[in-house]
């Protein structure tokens, strides 16, 4: 609804003899909340499908659950800032739905709990996630009627580091698109770093250094790994899908550049972080 109106407003506005929808900037602005939106919609699906096939041995929701919260929230408070710098004054009229997805997207990370909370979750699973990876039967899309059983009486939750994961390189090699293989390679120099550049005892204890640099990659790798899982499955062109990588590849960038400004981050890890 709020893109809806954003969109509705610029295409009948017009500044300088051009309607605001011609503006290259307010291009951008659209196309990266429509993608941002694609990618939010298509990451919750696919949680719910690892939710829906869950089991005492197959537990993987238990870190896709933490980046729904943490992630797809905030990825919605950037959609509305995207929509609002276009939108601009007309988002604060009163019939409008705007006014209020401005003020109660803020609350849903908050509401999920802290989003350093659900890092902190997150990041006991990244050892797993990249390395010592399980076989299992492929997931088809869960759409039909039957009893989740499992999620009402899941048991006990602890033992995250034991979690074992599918090989997430398998999705990424499906696509050879250009945003897909900077992507990629962003992965693998963080996994590099990871082994060249180890983080000290010290730094694994500096949650600021951890939680803001360390696992907002990891989340965003996470995120990008079932949203191109979901893109097969949902049939999603490829230009949307490489559009989606786009931002993906900036976002990866600044935090990278975040965590490289980081106090106790090493000038070895500040050069991977350049890489």
């Given amino acids: 609804h709020a893109f809806y109106e954003a969109i509705h407003h610029a295409s009948y506005r017009r500044l300088y003899n051009m ?46 659950a933490p980046v729904m919260k943490m992630k797809t929230t905030t990825q919605g408070e950037e959609v509305i800032n995207l929509l609002w710098d276009v939108i601009a004054a007309k988002g604060f009229e009163k019939d409008m739905y705007f006014e209020m997805a401005a003020k109660d997207i803020r609350s849903l990370p908050k509401l999920e709990g802290t989003v350093h909370v659900n890092i902190a979750l997150i990041l006991k699973f990244m050892v797993n996630f990249f390395m010592n990876h399980k076989k299992y039967a492929q997931i088809p899309r869960q759409d039909e009627v039957k009893d989740d059983t499992f999620l009402f009486n899941q048991g006990p939750t602890r033992g995250l ?47 600021d250094f951890m939680l803001s640099g360390i696992g907002e990659i990891f989340s965003l790798i996470v995120y990008a790994h079932l949203i191109i899982e979901n893109a097969k499955i949902y049939d999603i062109d490829e230009d949307t899908l490489d559009q989606i990588f786009d931002f993906f590849v900036r976002d990866f960038s600044k935090y990278a550049l975040n965590l490289y400004n980081k106090a106790s981050t090493t000038e070895l890890q500040m050069e991977w972080c350049l890489e």
Avoid: C
Avoid at 163 to 174: L, T
Avoid at 176 to 186: A, E, R, S
């Fill in 19 to 64: 309607y605001v929808t011609d503006f290259q900037h307010v291009k951008q602005n659209f196309v990266d909340a429509y993608t941002r939106l694609v990618a939010m919609k298509l990451f919750g699906l696919r949680t719910a499908d690892y939710m829906r096939i869950a089991s005492d041995k197959d537990r993987r929701y238990l870190l896709y």
């Fill in 161 to 207: 580091g034991r979690v074992r994961f599918h090989d997430w390189k398998a999705a990424f090699e499906q696509y050879n698109l250009p945003n897909v293989k900077i992507f990629m390679q962003q992965i693998e120099m963080f996994n590099l770093m990871g082994t060249k550049a180890t983080p000290s005892i010290d730094q694994q204890k500096d949650m």
